[in-house]
């Protein structure tokens, strides 16, 4: 099936990021949220990261332009019916996605496939409630969404080999490259790459070492870009204890405990960037270490 249309639920950083790529590789995109601020904001995010990539040569002024030009948005969820495909980026709150889809549903074209961009919730449970199961799938970007080069594709137990290949080649067209991933917790990236953060918590906690040794030792020492505790900063602190909590409920395995520290962080309200402070604290000149 040829897409051409994609409705982008939630304009956070997720929804802008997707209505970004989306755009650029030529897609019209209608990017929905349930408040003009955040509307406003995410198109203000995409130009202003648009043109960090013209200024480096990796985007023409022109293709800015023609990208910007490609993307409307609304307030009004309904609007996002017609469109080829759909990609709920909205809160990771299984409730949330699931009144989307509901509301969705009625106003849905009979081609459009429905995608979740969850980090870790059920992709099978979610599709099961809607009325197309089979044309159903996780589609789940990294951040930096224009950045970074993988999108995991998870097929839920129902979704069809066409609806597959269909997705194959729309991430193919936004020049990312897919992993593939069965439905079970937290898939791929998330299944390894946040134990490892949490195990980062627990280092921290058990004084093996402080913040600043723990991400110097991981960025010089394995070579990654961001220490664990700077990269769980960026993804939210919120975020990394709900997935988490999906591994270790639905692995039942008590090697997924959450470590107490990331739980108390979060019960401060320190999410990380997105509240200024975390394992660092952001509302300075430069981010200072909160242990
Ligand atoms: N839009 C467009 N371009 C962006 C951008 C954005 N939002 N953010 C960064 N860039 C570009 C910069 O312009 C820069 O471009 P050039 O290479 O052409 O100079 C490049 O990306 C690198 O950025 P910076 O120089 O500002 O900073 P950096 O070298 O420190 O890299 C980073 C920043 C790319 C974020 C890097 O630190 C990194 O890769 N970190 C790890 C990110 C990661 O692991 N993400 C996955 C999180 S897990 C997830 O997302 C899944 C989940 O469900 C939780």
Known sequence: MAIRTVGVVGAG????????????????????????????????????????????????????????????????????????LIIEAATERETVKQQIFDALQPHLAPGTILTSNTSSISITRLASRTDRPEKFMGFHFMNPVPVMQLVELIRGIATDQATYQTMLGVVESLGKTAASAEDFPAFIVNRILIPMINEAVYTLYEGVGNVQSIDMALKLGANHPMGPLELADFIGLDTCLAIMNVLYEGLA??????????????????????????????RGEVPVPTR
């Open 13 to 84: 950083q997720m929804g802008n990021g997707i209505a970004h790529v989306f755009a650029l590789a030529g897609y019209e995109v209608l990017l929905n949220d349930i408040a003009q601020d955040s509307l406003d904001r995410a198109v203000a995010t995409i130009d202003k990261n648009l043109d960090r990539q013209v200024s480096r040569g990796k985007v023409s002024a022109e293709d800015k332009a023609a990208a910007m030009a490609r993307i409307r948005t609304t307030m009004v969820l309904t609007d996002l019916g017609p469109s080829d």
């Open 253 to 282: 395995d008590t090697k997924y405990r959450p470590c107490p520290l990331l739980t108390k962080y979060v019960e401060a309200g320190w999410l990380g960037r997105k509240t200024q402070r975390g394992f660092y604290d952001y």
